[in-house]
C-alpha cells in the first residue's frame, strides 16, 4: 500500500477529505419597509452609545491616574524637601 492510498484511506475514514463549497456572493441586508429602516438606524444609535460610553469610561480612567501620578510625584518632592531640610542642605 503506498503512502497516497493510506493518506486517502485516512481521509474516508476521519471525514478529512470533502471540501467545503466557496461563499460566492452575500445577500445585502437593505431595509425596505419603514420598521426596518428604523430598527437599523436604532441599532446605529445604540452601537454609537456603546462607543461613546467607552471612550468616555476610558477618559475618565485616563484622567484618574494622571491623578494619581501628580499627587504621588507631589509627595516624592515634599518628602525629598523635608530630606534635603533634615540633611543641611538647600
Not at 493518506?7 to 474516508?12: I, Q
Not at 476610558?58 to 523635608?82: M, P, V
Request: charged share 35%.
Amino acid at each position: 500500500m503506498s503512502l497516497f492510498s493510506f493518506v486517502k484511506a485516512g481521509k474516508k475514514i476521519f471525514g478529512k477529505g470533502k471540501v467545503s463549497p466557496t461563499i460566492s456572493s452575500v445577500k445585502p441586508n437593505i431595509p425596505t419597509t419603514k420598521l426596518e429602516k428604523t430598527k437599523s438606524k436604532l441599532a446605529i444609535v445604540k452601537q454609537k452609545t456603546k462607543a461613546s460610553k467607552a471612550k468616555l469610561n476610558q477618559t475618565l480612567f485616563n484622567i484618574d491616574q494622571a491623578s494619581k501620578k501628580a499627587k504621588e510625584a507631589a509627595k516624592d518632592k515634599r518628602n525629598e524637601r523635608i530630606v534635603k531640610k533634615f540633611i543641611g542642605e538647600k
